[in-house]
């Protein structure tokens, strides 16, 4: 009898163990993007929610939430002021660590919850299509005639990714990259807007950021920050190690949690992005955008996060530009 009631209270905490570790969305969940709706970061997180529902993979209703500001600062205190609640998750970029490494923003990147990165992509040097910078040396070109000739979009802060590529291939020219006149927008797709509308006069970016406008012949792809050439649309764009400047540089799409979440919780984020990254949707979503498939799990994401912080302020630094 005794050990009769033994193994029932024992097999009783086991169940109730097992339950402990398992969480699960019991309201809506909240897909915050860093930037203004249509550019590549809002694209990911509007994927992310139709994939996730599509294949009702959360149970709860998802939405997209848009917090613009600060290179990405304002989302992430807005992300923490949720801290230890899964239902609020955000897709980021390296902004996170620029923002960290030039002080811009309250929240640093270990305060925060690594998810997962879901892709990466190499920056590309695009133009109107009527613009007479028709290579890639002849922007180089013209920058060394004068750094300040040319009003260059950098999404969405100094210091991004989207800037140091700017500032790398400037440098690698002989040109010193504190010079430049680097002009700050809320999106990639506000960078569009800007071009095509003849407000800036090159835009350095993501290749998804573009890419339908290069389809439609509107804009011109100089050259790109790729080890090698990425096809599809960008066949014939040269990288900048082709035209004789050794520059390679790339952005991530990642996802991240606020502060304080559970195993529980990061395991059930783990779960589902898996999913995601393995869904058909997903994978033709990668072809169509150039993005190149590079998914990380949260322990993959945060080593990631460590690494990167070492390298860009290596980076910023050599360019004089770390504060």
């Known amino acids: 009898m005794i050990r009769t009631v033994l193994l029932t209270v024992l097999s009783f905490g086991f169940v109730m163990a097992a339950q402990a570790q398992v969480w699960r969305p019991e309201r809506p969940v909240e897909i915050i993007v860093p930037t203004t709706p249509g550019g590549g970061i809002d694209r990911t997180a509007r994927l992310l929610q139709k994939i996730i529902q599509e294949n009702a993979l959360a149970g709860v209703p998802v939405s997209v939430n848009n917090k613009p500001g600060g290179g990405g600062a304002v ?54 299509s009527e613009s007479p910078l028709k290579t890639g040396q002849d922007f180089i070109d013209r920058l060394r005639k004068d750094p300040q000739s040319l009003a260059v979009s950098t999404p969405t802060t100094l210091g991004s990714v989207n800037h140091l590529s700017f500032a790398l291939v400037a440098k690698a020219a002989g040109i010193d990259p504190r010079k430049l006149k680097a002009v700050v927008l809320g999106s990639g797709g506000d960078a569009v807007t800007a071009l095509l509308g003849g407000h800036i006069d090159a835009h350095t970016g993501t290749p998804s950021s ?4 290069v389809q439609a012949d ?30 390679v540089m790339d952005t991530w799409r990642g996802v991240i949690g606020p502060k304080g979440m559970t195993q529980a919780q990061i395991a059930w984020w783990d779960g589902v992005l898996a999913k995601v990254v393995a869904s058909p949707a997903w994978k033709e979503a990668l072809e169509q955008n150039t993005w190149e498939a590079n998914y990380l799990n949260s322990v993959q994401t945060r080593k990631q996060f460590d690494d990167e912080y070492a390298e860009y302020h290596a980076i910023l630094g050599d360019l004089g530009m770390l504060k």
Do not use: C
Request: glycine content about 6%.
């Open 210 to 213: 573009v890419v339908r406008m």
């Open 75 to 128: 989302s992430l205190v807005y992300l923490n002021q949720h801290a230890g609640d899964a239902h609020f998750v955000a897709i980021n970029s390296p902004n996170l660590i620029a923002n960290d490494l030039n002080a811009r923003g309250a929240v640093k990147y270990r305060d925060i919850t690594p998810l997962a990165n879901l892709f990466s992509e190499y920056t590309v040097v695009a133009v109107r």
């Open 218 to 247: 509107k804009i011109r792809a100089l050259a790109i920050l790729a080890p090698r050439r990425i096809g599809g649309p960008y066949a014939n764009t040269p990288t900048w190690t082709e035209l004789g400047y050794k520059v």
